[in-house]
């Protein structure tokens, strides 16, 4: 089985307690504590032009670069403990929805050059240090359909597919997959529909109602996925957060892609990348089938913060980076692939 939450609805139904979540990180971010109040920007959403809202718990003017060279050397030492254990890592790093949408931030409000210019710092520090990447930003500027939803947080099905056609592509180069002998059911059909985003929902009431609800374009959600979505045949394991997640499309496309099933181990941003990945490590579903592949996913705005960042993640999942590291290297040890 799958470490996923698989419904859209349960994330907006735990609202009270995400508020009280991103107050601490907004708190600790200081992101627009040094900004003059305007009506535009609540304590955690900026309401941009057409009612398209944007996180302040990310960071328009700080690119955080001190924590994003110590990431980068966490995920180094993590590169390097997976290959001791023959399992090759690929980075995804999915890009600040702000830089994509820069008309829509309201008036006052804009990226800083130094973030601007961050994502492709990200990229070129991963490339320095020899940890396989590649240009999610490209690949999103290359869509002629929308590549986030105007009031929620994530990506669009377009991108997530889009995205994961790419990965794939990337991970042949990377490492030989064997022959899939799985038959794996077609994708889902797309279909339209009404949803409330994440990001409206941390909204005052009035605001809520104001925006109202998003039409978006979504794949049909049937037991196919569960085909497609299978880690116990797997030798691609992604390790995520909610981009990550079947309803969005990013884990089956890369399964269409690849002929063969993928395994998913992704949970809600507030957990944080590292005991998400490390949490898979030391899993059973990893004891029993090793992966010949992970695809570590990420997002731009929180890239910087470590695995003992304070206010960005739940307590439960801190810890030191050298106590993340020592989880990573026992768990994964010398081991060998399991017969596909």
């Not at 930003?137 to 889009?162: I, K, M, N, Q």
């Not at 990348?273 to 990420?298: C, D, G, H, N």
């Amino acid at each position: 089985m799958n470490d996923i939450d698989r419904s859209l609805p349960v994330r907006r139904a735990s609202s009270t307690a995400r508020r009280t979540f991103l107050a601490s990180a907004l708190a600790a971010a200081g992101t627009f504590a040094s900004r003059p109040a305007r009506a535009a920007v609540t304590s955690l959403i900026i309401e941009g032009k057409g009612d398209w809202l944007f996180p302040t718990w990310e960071s328009l003017t700080d690119p955080g670069t001190a924590g994003i060279a110590s990431a980068v050397e966490t995920i180094a030492a993590t590169n390097a403990a997976l290959r001791t254990g023959g399992i090759d890592l690929l980075v995804l790093v999915v890009p600040l929805k702000a830089r994509l949408y820069p008309d829509k931030l309201p008036d006052g409000v804009t990226v800083s050059p130094a973030v601007e210019s961050r994502y492709a710092s990200i990229l070129a520090q991963l490339t320095a240090a020899k940890i396989p990447t590649f240009d999610v930003d490209a690949v999103l500027r290359g869509l002629a359909e929308p590549t986030f939803f105007r009031t929620d947080y994530h990506w669009t099905e377009w991108s997530a597919e889009a995205v994961a056609q790419v990965c794939a592509a990337q991970l042949r180069a990377l490492v030989p997959l064997p022959p899939s002998t799985a038959a794996l059911p077609p994708l889902g059909a797309w279909s339209q529909d009404q949803h409330e985003g994440d990001l409206a929902s941390l909204l005052p009431p009035d605001r809520q109602k104001a925006v109202g609800q998003e039409a978006i374009t979504i794949r049909a959600i049937d037991a196919s996925r569960e085909e497609l979505l299978d880690g116990s045949e797997a030798n691609v394991h992604v390790v995520g957060n909610s981009f990550s997640m079947p309803y969005l499309g990013f884990p089956e496309m890369l399964a269409e892609t690849l002929k063969e099933p993928v395994g998913v181990s992704a949970k809600f941003g507030n957990a944080g990348p590292w005991e998400t990945m490390v949490e898979y490590l030391e899993s059973a579903p990893f004891r029993s089938k090793r992966p010949r592949a992970i695809v570590w996913q990420f997002v731009e705005g929180l890239f910087m913060h470590g695995p003992a960042a304070t206010g960005f993640w739940d307590v439960a999942s801190l810890m030191s980076d050298q106590t993340f590291l020592a989880r990573v290297t026992k768990a994964v040890g010398t081991g060998t692939h399991t017969a596909s």
